[in-house]
């Protein structure tokens, strides 16, 4: 290895710290809206149907479609700069939706935080693909989406703590405060460990042409998009089942959905990156064997979870979902990055992103919200824990259409061509 490499591998935890920094905050403020669902559908007096809305398509059709440019232009510029600025552009507006007296500003201001959050996560899928060898790089990828369930816990229970503290405006408040202080130590601290994709990296035209002509893209896409439909709906609604059907108070929802998330989804995440790891050194198809059979365990437990008859057998039956159905982040995200040349990796990223966001997130509350409402005149108050148990059967659809990737994946897979530079 050459001292420039050599360095840039030893600055690789510090950086990978930040990055996960980050998106657990970008989690956090996507995450702290469902645990204040009761308190904010009470306060602007909305429908599930509503309520639905604003979790799901203003935030996700910004985030999806300005994903790909962001992901661009941290190619061509700062992979390192274009996270920060874009985690105190989102921070800003979440710290604003404490501040909506209606449906409409908080609308608008969802929007505000899906075009911050847009410029996250593909330029960090990019600089930790620079930073972390192959042979480390899934779990490196898994530890970066430690993110999403620490970011998800920690919404939920710092939320739920201020809002009864407080009031649900403070929550968001904090929150937006906290994020913005983040941004300049992003700045100072995370570097592009090499410039030379910024002179190489392929026009934006040239990287979705490519991954189109590949089938194995697609149903990575679509097999990640059907399980985000539920997990991002479940993720919102799952507060409001637990508050409806269960009797439980906003402190209890918190510290009971805290403690399935973060015991739950690290230990998934971590596996899934372990795993990867391991198993794909032998055969590149355990990148997406893997998450098929999580999924395919994940649908019933999920249901069977959100049907219990009480708490004591919901939390281990929610706690094996909530480890599975997130799995797939290390090894889907790290063979998406494989499927292109290490100089279009960040708009690779974002082009599925822009898939499985636009899907998962666009869909998911909106659904479950949607469907509540239809199903309020025959089932009353348990209407939306049946919509929610309706929404785990996307898992299966994932779980098959993934299965579909296993042969695909191995002959598609681009090694990286030559060590880093510094």
Known sequence: MSGGAAAVRKRAPLVLGLLLLAYIFNYLDRQILGILAGPIIADLRLTDTEFGLLSGPPFAILYSLLGVPFAYLADRTSRSR???????????????????TSFWQLFVFRMGVGIGEAGGVAPSYALISDYFEPRRRARAMAIFSLGVPIGLALGTLIGAYIAHAISWRAAFLVMGVAGIMLAPVLVLVVRDPTKAHHAGAAPIGQVFPMLARKPVFWLLAFAAS?????????????????????????????????????????????????????????????????????????????????????????????????????????????????????????????????????????????????????????????????????????????????????????????????PLHH
């Open 82 to 100: 274009v996270i920060a600025v874009a985690l105190a552009f989102w921070s800003a507006f979440t710290g604003l939706c404490g501040a909506a």
């Open 226 to 418: 059907s399980s985000s439909l539920c997990g991002y709906g479940l993720a919102v609604w799952t507060p409001s089942v637990l508050e409806r059907s269960f009797g439980m108070g906003l402190l209890e929802r918190g510290q009971f959905l805290a403690s399935v998330i973060l015991l739950g989804g690290c230990t998934g995440v971590f596996a899934g990156g372990w795993l990867a790891d391991r198993l794909g050194a032998l055969d590149r198809g355990w990148y997406a064997r893997l998450p098929a059979i999580a999924w395919l365990i994940t649908a019933p437990t999920f249901a069977a979870g959100l049907l219990a008859p009480n708490l004591w057998l919901a939390w281990p039956l929610l706690l094996i979902p909530n480890a599975l159905n997130i799995l797939w982040l290390g090894p889907v995200t790290t063979a998406v990055q494989h499927l292109v040349p290490q100089r279009m990796r960040a708009t690779a990223s974002a082009s599925f992103l822009l898939i499985n966001n636009l899907i998962g997130l666009g869909i998911g509350p909106f659904l479950i919200g949607g469907l509540s409402d239809a199903l309020k005149h025959s089932y009353g108050a348990e209407a939306l824990r049946y919509a929610a148990v309706a929404c785990t059967s996307f898992y299966v659809l994932a779980a098959l259409l993934m299965l579909m990737c296993v042969t695909r994946l191995r002959a598609s897979w681009i090694e990286d061509a030559a």
